[in-house]
């Protein structure tokens, strides 16, 4: 590794301080189940940095889990069950009753238009799963290239 990428990684990727300095997990270690995979990607963030994205970290977490979990897969219906009923939710009354007030149904129609009824979802806010995305892009990017992306 170069001097200069050295340099760059005691620094927070976010707003370049050096002070305070954590581990931010990339993807975001709420999306695992315990145990966790001992090599998880982790890149400097200060710490105010670092607190900034954590309720989206959840919000996305119950986002991929919701859509997982309604498809019938065991690992996923077991960590919404764990990690978002018993976990985020129990934990956070305010999100909690943001879930319930974007909860609607959605009629299901087959390719070939026929209709089989309603099933429950729930309307997710795109700028925040979006913001989480964006995060994981730039953080990988800059994990494997030792740079941060040009924003615009």
Not at 24 to 30: G, I, S
Not at 51 to 76: G, N, T
Not at 90 to 98: A, D, G, H, Q, T
Request: hydrophobic share 40%; charged share 25%; proline share 7%.
């Amino acid at each position: 590794m170069s001097k200069a990428a050295k340099n760059v990684r005691d620094a927070c990727i976010y707003c370049g301080t050096r002070k305070d300095l954590t581990s931010d997990h990339v993807p975001p270690k709420a999306l695992f189940a315990e145990p966790r995979p001992s090599h998880l990607i982790t890149v400097p963030a200060c710490r105010p940095c670092n607190k900034s994205y954590e309720k989206d970290d959840e919000y996305f977490r119950v986002a991929v889990l919701a859509q997982a979990a309604s498809e019938q897969d065991p690992a996923a219906a077991k960590l919404w069950s764990d990690k978002v009923i018993r976990g985020t939710l129990w934990r956070s009354p305010k999100l909690k009753r943001v879930i319930g007030q974007n909860l609607t149904a959605i009629d299901i129609v087959t390719p070939g238009d026929i209709y089989l009824g309603t099933t429950p979802t729930i309307r997710f806010a795109r700028r925040r799963l979006d913001r989480v995305a964006q995060r994981m892009v730039t953080t990988l990017h800059w994990h494997h290239y030792a740079m941060c992306l040009a924003t615009e």
